[in-house]
């Protein structure tokens, strides 16, 4: 049977709506082997789904996806087989949880102005002790029946350019492909096909990540049609990167998006998990 290799996830930690337990569980009831948990800029649930892995016949990865600006645009860059410990990767983590906050009370104050009132609070208590995000924000709206889906509340509120849309500066390629390189872990550009931008600025950019120390691409995501596969494979052809496969899943509602459900890595990419310094190549355990 096929290994399956799950490297993109989200918990409660972040904007998941599954703790890292319930979220292990789950990947194991989906028939994953390998499962990263990725929360955004924040390493705090991964302690838990690493306990919670001891418990199943599942390996876990320790992740992260970082926000990262580069030039005018946003990129997610997923670290793979990061070390939580690490200072640095600890230090920028706190800076980014004191950037999202702030970041989240100029949503708050802006869609005050549009005459939705309290949303940050709404969104602050439904986060708890995980990351802030706009999917918070998205989920405040939608239940408040301002949207009729959380899609819409991006469409009209939260995307770039709406009316609650605020521009952050997170941190840079170096810095934040240092903090996942500096602790042995694997810079991965997540979901290639889903950033606003033409094929030459993805590819400058893609010549700053590899100079940067990126590693991989996402050729495979969990809502890839075989063209998204296609051209992400290229790309790694093209950059000497190394194969990664996510599904991005968030949570059970979800249905278009599950654990391990994922088409297969094409056959000529050399796959991220085969790398030795991952842990989880054949001769390596
Ligand atoms: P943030 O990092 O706080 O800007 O939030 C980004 C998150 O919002 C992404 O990781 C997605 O989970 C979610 N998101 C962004 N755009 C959309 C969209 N159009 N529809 C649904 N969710 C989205
Ligand atoms: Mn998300
Ligand atoms: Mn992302
Ligand atoms: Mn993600």
């Known amino acids: 049977m096929n290994t399956i290799y799950d490297f993109h996830s989200h918990s409660t930690a972040s904007d998941g709506s599954l703790s ?89 104050r802006r869609l005050e102005k549009k005459g939705i009132t309290g949303v940050y609070e709404q969104a602050l208590q439904l986060a708890a002790d995980g990351m802030i995000t706009r999917t918070h924000f998205a989920k405040v709206l939608l239940e408040r029946q301002c949207v009729p889906t959380l899609q819409k509340a991006f469409d009209r509120y939260l995307g770039r350019g709406k009316p609650g849309y605020v521009a952050a500066r997170w941190t840079n390629l170096d810095e934040g492909i240092g903090w996942i390189t500096g602790c042995g872990g694997t810079a991965v550009l997540a979901h290639p096909r889903r950033y606003r931008i033409t094929a030459s600025r993805l590819r400058k950019f893609l010549a700053a990540f590899v100079e940067a120390g990126g590693e991989s691409i996402e050729v495979v995501c969990g809502n890839s049609n075989p063209e998204d596969i296609h051209i992400s494979a290229r790309f790694a052809r093209e950059f000497g990167l190394l194969g990664s496969s996510g599904s991005d899943f968030h949570s059970p509602e979800s249905s278009w998006v599950e654990l391990g459900r994922l088409h297969p890595m094409p056959a000529d990419i050399a796959p991220v998990w085969d790398k030795p310094g991952l842990g989880l190549a054949a001769n390596s355990h």
Do not use: M
């Not at 800029?41 to 001891?54: F, S």
């Open 20 to 108: 890292p337990t319930e979220l292990v569980r789950r990947a194991g009831d989906k028939g994953v082997d390998c499962l990263a948990l990725t929360d955004h800029d924040t390493t705090a649930g991964l302690e838990e789904a690493r306990q919670a892995a001891l418990d199943s016949n599942l390996r876990f990865l320790p992740g992260i996806e970082l926000s990262i600006n580069w030039e005018s645009h946003v990129f997610h860059v997923v670290g793979l087989n990061i070390d939580p410990g690490y200072e640095p990767l600890q230090s920028g983590v706190r800076k980014l949880a004191k950037i999202r906050h702030e970041r989240a009370e100029e949503i708050g």
